[in-house]
């Protein structure tokens, strides 16, 4: 058979058993199979309105206004937090990254996100992201690494 028509014949028995799916039920479940094959990456499924809210949460650009006065937590969180700005960075654009991110956001409060919303100059929505972020946490997996002493 050439190989134009095989993919021919291919395409139209995939849409006659899309079809028959959509008629009779039998289509599947897009959210299970979504997390059937992305949970492992740490992907999870967003609703249309979620998805609009992660479009407004990627304003930030890392001018690090955000950060300053920020020392004294990052030296106290052990390396679970390392400012605002790479909080505001990565839990904005990086779903797998959200388990990594609530410990971060452990370590500040929303009353000082809202005083850092107050001077960025994009208006980047940090306790919303904060609070989407601590949402979504619980489906993401935490994949830090392992460390231990010498010897």
Known sequence: MPPR??????????LIRTLVRRAFGGG?????TFRDNYAADGLTPVTPEQRAQLAGFGRC?????CDR???PR????RG?????????????RSMPDFGAAAL???????EVLAEK???CPTCVPMRAVAEFVRAKAPDARISLPVLSGPG
């Open 5 to 14: 028509l095989k993919a021919f014949f291919l395409l139209a028995l995939a």
């Open 28 to 32: 599947r479940n897009g959210f299970r």
């Open 61 to 65: 650009i890392a001018c690090g206004l």
């Open 69 to 71: 006065g920020e020392g």
């Open 74 to 77: 990052i030296a106290s969180s």
């Open 80 to 92: 679970e937090y390392h400012g605002v700005m790479e909080l505001m960075l990565a839990a904005s």
């Open 104 to 110: 971060a956001f452990a370590h500040v409060s929303d």
């Open 117 to 119: 919303e107050r001077d």
